[in-house]
């Protein structure tokens, strides 16, 4: 009797056993509630307030081999230099941009940039007169005055927008001399990455990020790079070794989506290499140009509302080109790190940064050029750019500066995994409209900095994009309010 129940009692334990191992195969072969599409700043940050929200099986597809998106370092000559974000822009406002609560929890190093002694710091054929130079820029100051005023007493449902340039005919006050056009440049398209004649005035002025977190900018000028928040996020919901790498089995790096199958009953996700994965709801945070591509087919297609909102966005272009020289031949002080090329044509290498003040004996300039520039470099060998740059260095500062070295010239545009750089708001795009990218369909949700509700095209606007949208999709998990109110009458 005591045998047969010793008997009984291993044939029991050994029966648990197996089933143990079984449920536990069966757990980690689970179907994930939650597939996100991207391992940026908004897909890492939705992931990560899911899985605060006890949301803990989904999975992450990233179609590069590194997570970050748009936020990534690059090594150039010695030094890890930022090629994508750069700033957090907003800081010492009434608000705390959540940016720089982060960075200041990592200790990144950060540079407030000074902008104020740039009438002493415009280059035409040589350097110009800085009075020259102040009365163009308090110019253009009491216009951009003038048009934040206007713009609040336009109609809030969007029919009056106008643009910025608009704006400018109406004041009189187009730009047309070569300083003009690079002091217009350095206020419009060095923030937007387009110009004037493209950008909204009522969603620009005055801006929600400078308004409510401030108008300062602060570079991040640290080693381990402004992709280290990212991280800093990622780790904290994904298992990761002792040198930081995460090894967590639920994000899948090298998995660019192609197609994602949606219905009421749920989600099938194709990868170009084949595999398909399932799950209750998707959530996309790919960037608008991405969603404007024809790289991830929906099926059914999306419908008309959501795929015009998507299509009248812009997706701008902001190219940050680095160049390695012998030695600096530029003023290198205080007060220079930042100076204007000004030239008939406009947008033509305009605005300048060295980095003597962050890193000393760097002998690095970095050059910014954006929209048709930024597209037309990214298609010309990176030596016609390194020629064109030595060019305009020798009328600004003389025909004896040494040659440059190296040159590193990033390609948003041309990349199929974001075609651009940040989204930017254009003239007669209303806040109904908008609001129509970040609605979800069914069980397809959209998350990204071009879903942010105030701060399109920013870091701190796709991290709380990616707050915002994970409580949607929390709200429809969990308590089972799925509707969200959205107009979709376009
Ligand atoms: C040059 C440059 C300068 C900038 N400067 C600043 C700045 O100074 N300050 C600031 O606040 N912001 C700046 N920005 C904007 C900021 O970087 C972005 O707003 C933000 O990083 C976007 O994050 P995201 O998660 O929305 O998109 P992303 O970072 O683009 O993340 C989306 C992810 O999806 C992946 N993906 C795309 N397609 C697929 C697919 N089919 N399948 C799977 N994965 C896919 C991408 O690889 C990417 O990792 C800059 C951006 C650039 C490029
Ligand atoms: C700059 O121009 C003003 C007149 O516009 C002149 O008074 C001044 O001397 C000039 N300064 C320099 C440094 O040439
Ligand atoms: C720049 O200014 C800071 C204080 O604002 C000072 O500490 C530093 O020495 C100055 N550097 C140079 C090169 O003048
Ligand atoms: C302003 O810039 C000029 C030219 O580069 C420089 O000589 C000067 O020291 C700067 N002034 C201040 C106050 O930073």
Known sequence: MAVL?????????????VLDIYSVSAR????????????GMSG??????????????????????????????????????????????????????????????????????????????????????????????????????AASEFSKSLSPSGQDDISVL????????????????????????????????????????????????????????????????????????????SNGNI???????NKAVNKIEYSDKGVTVSTEDGSTYKSDYVMVSASVGVLQSDLIKFKPDLPSWKILAIYQFDMAVYTNIFIKF???????????????????????????????????????????????ESRRIEQQPDSETKAEIMEVLRSMFGKNIPEATDILVPKWWSNRFYKGTFSNWPIGVSRAEYDQIRAPVGRVYFTGEHTSQHYNGYVHGAYLSGVDSAFMLISCIKYGSCDVQIDTKA
Request: proline share 5%.
């Open 166 to 241: 608009t704006f400018q005919r109406l004041s009189q006050s187009v730009p047309s001399t070569a300083v003009e056009m690079a002091v217009d440049y350095f206020n419009h398209d060095y923030e937007f990455a387009e110009p004037p004649r493209v950008t909204s005035l009522q969603n620009t002025e005055p801006l929600p990020t400078f308004a409510n977190y401030g108008e300062d900018v602060y570079a991040v000028v640290d080693q381990r790079g402004y992709e280290s928040t990212v991280y800093h996020l990622a780790c904290q919901f994904l298992a990761s070794d």
């Open 326 to 372: 012998p030695y600096k031949f530029w003023p290198s002080g205080n007060g220079t790190e930042f100076f204007l090329y000004a030239n008939e044509r406009r947008g033509y290498y305009p605005v300048w940064r060295h980095f003597e003040l962050v890193y000393p004996g760097s002998n690095l300039l970095l050059a910014t050029v954006t929209d048709e």
């Open 44 to 145: 890492i940050s939705a992931a990560k307030t899911l899985s605060d929200s006890g949301i803990k099986n989904i999975l992450i597809l990233e179609a590069t081999n590194r997570i970050g998106g748009r936020i990534h370092k690059k090594n150039f000559a010695g030094l890890n230099v930022e090629i994508g974000a750069n700033w957090v822009e907003g800081v010492n406002g009434q608000e705390v941009n959540p940016i720089w609560t982060l960075a200041n929890k990592l200790k990144l190093r950060t540079f407030r940039s000074d902008f104020s002694n740039l009438s002493s710091n415009v280059y035409e054929n040589g350097l110009l007169n800085s009075s020259t130079a102040q009365s163009v820029l308090d110019d253009a100051d009491k216009v951009a005055e």
């Open 247 to 253: 090894i967590d089995p639920r994000l899948k790096l």
């Open 5 to 17: 129940k010793m008997l009984h009692g291993a044939v029991l334990t050994l029966l648990l056993f």
């Open 28 to 39: 980690s072969e689970q179907q994930p509630a939650v597939i996100i599409i991207g391992a």
